[in-house]
C-alpha cells in the first residue's frame, strides 16, 4: 500500500508555545489530506480536511486558528498547534486516500504539552 | 445514536483462538467498509477492505458484511501474540467527499 510519514512521531513542548506536524506521502501525490485526533480508548476524531493549493477544511468545533493547516505541494500537509495547551496533548494522525475510500495513516505524533 | 458503533474490549484470548470483531452502524448508506489495526502509539494500517455486502478472505483475516443488518465482522483464525492490538472498523458511502466514519476500536490481546 502507499506511504504516509508523519513526523515527529513524539513532542514535548511547553504551554504558549507553537509545534508543527509534517505529513508527507512518500510515493503519491495526495491532493487531500485529513488530519484527526485520538484520545486514548477513543475512536479517530477528524479535524480537518487538508486541499492542496485551497484553504483546509475544519470540522465543526475545531478552532482553524489554533489548528493552522498548510498543504503547499502534493507530497506535504503541515499542521501547526499555535499557543498549546496542556488540553491540546493528544495523538494527532495524518492520512491520505486511497483510490477509493480506504485511507493511508501515518505513524501518528504524540504531542504533550506541559 | 453513534452511527458506528463497536465493543471497545478488550477481548483476551488465547494463541490460537478464533477471534470475532464486529461493528453495527446505522446509515444504510454506507457502502464500503474497512478493518484497519493500530498498535500502540502507532498509525492505524489497513487490514481489509469490503464493498458491499459478502465476504473477503486475506490469509488469517476474514472480513464478513451484511448489510441487512448493517453489521460487520472480522475474524481473525490461529491468532498470534502478535495479533495483539486495537482494531478500527470504518465505513463510508462513497467515493466522492463522503466522510470515513470510524468506530472506537476493539482492543485485542492474545495471549501465548
Known amino acids: 500500500g502507499a506511504v504516509v510519514s508523519q513526523h515527529p512521531s513524539r513532542v514535548i513542548c511547553k504551554s504558549g508555545t507553537s509545534v508543527k506536524i509534517e505529513c508527507r506521502s512518500l510515493d503519491f501525490q495526495a491532493t487531500t489530506m485529513f488530519w484527526y485526533r485520538q484520545f486514548p480508548k477513543q475512536s479517530l476524531m477528524l479535524m480537518a480536511t487538508s486541499n492542496e493549493g485551497s484553504k483546509a477544511t475544519y470540522e465543526q468545533g475545531v478552532e482553524k486558528d489554533k489548528f493552522l493547516i498548510n498543504h503547499a505541494s502534493l507530497t506535504l500537509s503541515t499542521l501547526t498547534v499555535t499557543s498549546a495547551h496542556p488540553e491540546d496533548s493528544s495523538f494527532y494522525i495524518c492520512s491520505a486516500p486511497g483510490q477509493l475510500t480506504e485511507a493511508f495513516f501515518g505513524q501518528g505524533t504524540r504531542l504533550t504539552v506541559v | ?112
Open chain 2, 1 to 112: 445514536q453513534k452511527e458506528v458503533e463497536q465493543d471497545p474490549g478488550p477481548l483476551s484470548v488465547p494463541e490460537g483462538a478464533i477471534v470475532s470483531l464486529n461493528c453495527t452502524y446505522s446509515n444504510s448508506a454506507f457502502q464500503y467498509f474497512m478493518w484497519y489495526r493500530q498498535y500502540s502509539r502507532k498509525g492505524p494500517e489497513l487490514l481489509m477492505y469490503t464493498y458491499s455486502s459478502g465476504n473477503k478472505e486475506d490469509g488469517r483475516f476474514t472480513a464478513q458484511v451484511d448489510k441487512s443488518s448493517k453489521y460487520i465482522s472480522l475474524f481473525i483464525r490461529d491468532s498470534q501474540p502478535s495479533d495483539s492490538a486495537t482494531y478500527l472498523c470504518a465505513m463510508s458511502g462513497d467515493t466522492g467527499g463522503f466522510k470515513t466514519i470510524f468506530g472506537a476500536g476493539t482492543r485485542l490481546f492474545v495471549k501465548a
